[in-house]
């Protein structure tokens, strides 16, 4: 069974009745705003809009380059392939490129009519707001993303916690017999989110905070903060007690990965356990002083990922 996307059943909706409304206005081409209805219909409303516009504008030059030069040289196909190469060069220029197609047929119907007049100049400017306008309206309406969004968010912080348990795991027992896998699905998972999420952007145009936008932009530098700890965790030797209490608070860090501001709780714990370490003998050899460089490496990792939670709720507030 195969499913009918919005944009689909916006188009199967908008195309006829950019027709109805075009025969009902006794317009020349009517068949033709169909076409700028299917070719302005897009994903989100902010695309929408910009389309429409680019659209429009080339339209309007097409009917003034393609007229000009029709009417000085003649309506023959070799004009129009000269329009055509003083037109597209003039598109790129504004970057309207978009408007290329949708011109083409307005210029398409100006050599077929053999002349310029006001009143085909007055058809094609309300065969083109017909199209375009009806493809805007329909694109008023767009459906929601928040479900697809909060699963990818639940998703991303149950392998975050597996990732931060994984690591708390080996820190406290030296066994490591994960396969990694969350490591991969929490990339792939990041890079549909952040398409999801920028499609929400879009479709909130006066908007001006975009909470999912900004929660997997914070996860995606966390994630990016976990990968690099891992290579430096195998490199770590520490005490056994060491190994425990950093290990718990990976442990306590897994079993709280959720929306909510617990960042604070955790910079006050990892405070305390960098106090601990000032408080330790200074290194009396290189190797020593290495392990500890280590360790403190990555107490300033867990402190810019707790950093980031932390600024992403002061964002959100």
């Known amino acids: 069974m195969f499913k009918i996307g919005s944009r689909t059943s916006k188009t199967a909706i908008g195309a006829p009745i950019s027709i109805v409304l075009a025969n009902a206005l006794q317009l020349e081409n009517a068949i033709s705003a169909a076409i700028l209805t299917i070719l302005c219909i897009q994903v989100t409303r902010q695309r929408s809009l910009q389309s429409a516009w680019y659209?429009?504008?080339?339209?309007?030059?097409?009917?003034?380059?393609?007229?000009?030069?029709?009417?000085?040289?003649?309506?023959?196909?070799?004009?129009?392939?000269?329009?055509?190469?003083?037109?597209?060069?003039?598109?790129?220029?504004?970057?309207?490129?978009?408007?290329?197609?949708?011109?083409?047929?307005?210029?398409?119907?100006?050599?077929?009519a053999g002349q310029l007049t006001l009143a085909l100049v007055a058809n094609e400017i309300i065969l083109i707001s017909i199209g375009l306008g009806v493809a805007l309206l329909l694109n008023m309406y767009m459906p929601s993303l928040d479900s697809e969004l909060v699963k990818i968010r639940n998703q991303l912080e149950d392998n975050f916690a597996v990732i931060l348990q994984e690591i708390a795991n080996y820190l406290k027992t030296g066994d490591y017999h994960w396969s990694g896998q969350e490591i991969?699905?929490?990339?792939?998972?990041?890079?549909?989110a952040n398409q999801l999420a920028s499609r929400d952007?879009?479709?909130?145009?006066?908007?001006?905070?975009?909470?999912?936008?900004?929660?997997?932009?914070?996860?995606?530098?966390?994630?990016?903060i976990l990968e690099r700890m891992l290579p430096l965790i195998s490199r770590i030797?520490?005490?056994?007690?060491?190994?425990?209490?950093?290990?718990?608070?990976?442990?306590?860090?897994?079993?709280?990965?959720?929306?909510?501001?617990?960042?604070?709780?955790?910079?006050?714990?990892?405070?305390?356990i960098r106090q601990q370490f000032n408080d330790e003998p200074l290194p009396h050899d290189r190797q020593t002083f290495e392990d500890r460089a280590n360790l403190y490496l990555l107490l300033n990792e867990i402190e810019q990922y707790l950093i980031l939670k932390r600024s992403f709720k002061k964002s959100d507030i």
């Open 184 to 192: 991969t699905e929490t990339a792939q998972l990041l890079e549909e």
């Open 237 to 272: 030797d520490a005490s056994q007690e060491e190994y425990h209490y950093i290990g718990q608070l990976f442990e306590d860090l897994a079993t709280h990965v959720h929306p909510g501001n617990t960042a604070v709780k955790y910079l006050d714990s990892l405070r305390r």
């Open 201 to 224: 952007v879009e479709n909130h145009l006066l908007r001006r905070h975009h909470p999912f936008y900004h929660y997997f932009h914070m996860r995606e530098k966390q994630f990016d």
């Open 55 to 112: 659209r429009f504008y080339a339209c309007l030059i097409a009917i003034l380059v393609s007229g000009l030069l029709f009417e000085l040289i003649g309506y023959n196909p070799i004009v129009f392939g000269v329009v055509l190469i003083l037109f597209i060069p003039i598109t790129v220029r504004l970057q309207i490129t978009e408007g290329v197609v949708t011109s083409s047929v307005i210029m398409l119907h100006i050599y077929g």
